[in-house]
């Protein structure tokens, strides 16, 4: 059954010469999918899913877009969690879907090029058969795409020893509003010339364009990758641990924390045989050779024995070593075992403030009579408190956790820290950015916006718009 749209029939009709009658899509059952995204609780209907083939299609569609005034949401995977890619006000959906082609790998180089509808996790496979890698490592990897990586600026578990998406953007190609076709930045680690407009697109969530082809660099794959945990009575003494393994000159490539809620959620979903007698487990893991990896878990271990660790135990091998890693992935599939809506957010604060923000976010949820669990990435602040409700008609308890996640966004700030470290701000957060950029630096978001896209037609209702 056709939806019922906005969209003009001789605008429909001429998306479909561009992009193809069979991608062009209007029924209902076609539009459903596309109108929610990873984030619970947001929803909006789009008028039509659009899916191009290649840049030149992608600057037509914008082009023909801005002409009539019709709202675009570039859309990838919609693994996302911060409501970016939902279309709150209909519109046009803009799929990168068929733009899933690996252009080129230059091993000399160590870059790829790639259209952004490549997932993260072929990208890496691309670049493993050449020895090499792409660090970032976003929880959504398996599915989630490059192109949405940037456009967040997406995390993960490597993120304290190798960085976040943005340490390895070269170059950009991307379609404006107006239908111009830009391409930033290029092959190059060093090009200072001009403003970083490759660096100001990274993280602008489709506000400012549409990203459609991507270069990102490459470092050579280690040989070795090896993982540990240890349990700890208290998050304060693991995350005094954290501050201790730094300070011992190591920069584990992973470290990672879960609280108790989180690990008997785990034990119950997984069976890892996790300990239950202890408040906090950190996970560990570095990467290199057999003599780093000694060098670099025998200081691990000792800084957690320092802070009274109640066990360390080290992985054998790789399979060992995933094993381990079980426990953090499966963090949220268990923690969704314990109600029928959960809702997962993100905040970052100092390493020395981790703790106390734990306790902090603890105390929040006691107030408000809700269930949150934390876990996240202790190596670099990045909490991901999350509220686990019983159903997701519960408009009172979901009210209780609106004013929890506000008053932990609160103390991030007041921290010291931010309220998003690696989701983005999409629709989720924008209620909160004023309160941690100020006003004076949410208007220059907001002339940024209009100097790109002065139709406003580009994602509205997200970021700073």
């Known amino acids: 059954m056709l939806a019922e749209t906005r969209i003009p ?4 009709a001429e998306l479909r010469a561009i992009a193809g009658a069979e991608n062009v899509r209007l029924t209902d059952g076609e539009l459903t999918v596309y109108a929610r995204d990873a984030t619970p609780l947001f929803h909006g209907m789009p008028d039509a899913v659009v899916a191009p083939a290649d840049t030149g299609q992608v600057a037509r569609i914008l082009r023909l877009a801005t002409e009539h005034r019709i709202p675009v949401v570039p859309r990838g995977a919609g693994s996302n969690l911060c409501a970016g890619t939902v279309p709150l006000t209909g519109g046009i959906v803009l799929s990168t879907v068929r ?23 072929a990208l890496n496979d691309a670049a493993a058969a050449h020895g090499l890698f792409y660090p970032p490592d976003p929880g959504s990897h398996t599915v989630s795409t490059i192109g949405g990586n940037v456009a967040t600026c997406a995390g993960g578990l490597h993120g304290l020893k190798y960085g976040v998406t943005r340490n390895y953007v070269l170059g950009l190609t991307v379609a404006l509003p107006a239908g111009e076709i830009i391409r930033t930045g290029g092959r190059l680690w060093k090009d200072v010339a001009g403003y970083d407009v490759t660096r100001l697109l990274t993280g602008s969530e489709g506000t400012l364009g549409v990203i459609t082809e991507v270069t990102v660099a490459l470092l050579p794959k280690p040989a070795i990758s090896r993982t540990g945990l240890a349990y700890f009575g208290s998050l304060a003494q693991a995350g005094q641990a954290v501050s201790d393994i730094l300070a011992a000159g190591v920069i584990p490539s992973t470290l990672e924390f879960l609280d108790r809620t989180c690990m008997d959620a785990v034990e119950q979903y997984a069976h890892l045989g996790l300990r239950s007698d202890a408040g906090a487990l950190l996970l560990f893991g570095d990467d290199g050779d057999e003599a780093v990896l000694a060098r670099s ?61 734990v306790a902090r976010i603890d105390t929040i949820a006691a107030r408000h009579q809700v269930t949150i669990a934390t876990f996240g990435h202790a190596g670099d602040g990045n909490l991901h408190p999350t509220c686990v409700l019983e159903s997701a008609e519960d408009t009172e308890g979901i009210a209780r956790a609106e004013k929890a996640f506000a008053g932990i966004f609160a103390a991030a700030i007041e921290f010291g820290g931010t309220i998003t470290g690696e989701h983005g701000v999409g629709a989720a957060k924008l209620p909160y950015l004023e309160q941690r950029l100020g006003t004076g630096q949410l208007d220059l978001l907001r002339r940024i916006k209009a100097a790109f896209d002065p139709a406003g037609i580009l994602n509205p209702g997200k970021l700073g718009s």
């Open 9 to 12: 029939p001789p605008v429909l």
């Open 99 to 121: 733009m899933n082609r690996i252009l080129e790998v230059a091993p000399q180089e160590m870059l790829v090029r790639a259209q952004t509808g490549v997932s993260t996790q």
């Open 297 to 357: 878990f025998e200081r691990i271990a000792a800084a957690c024995a320092g802070c009274g660790a109640l066990a360390v135990q080290t992985a054998g091998d790789a399979t060992e070593s995933e094993a381990l890693l079980t426990a953090r992935r499966c963090t949220l599939p268990a923690l969704s075992r314990l109600g029928s809506l959960t809702i997962l957010e993100d905040a970052s604060v100092p390493r020395p403030r981790l703790a106390e923000m």
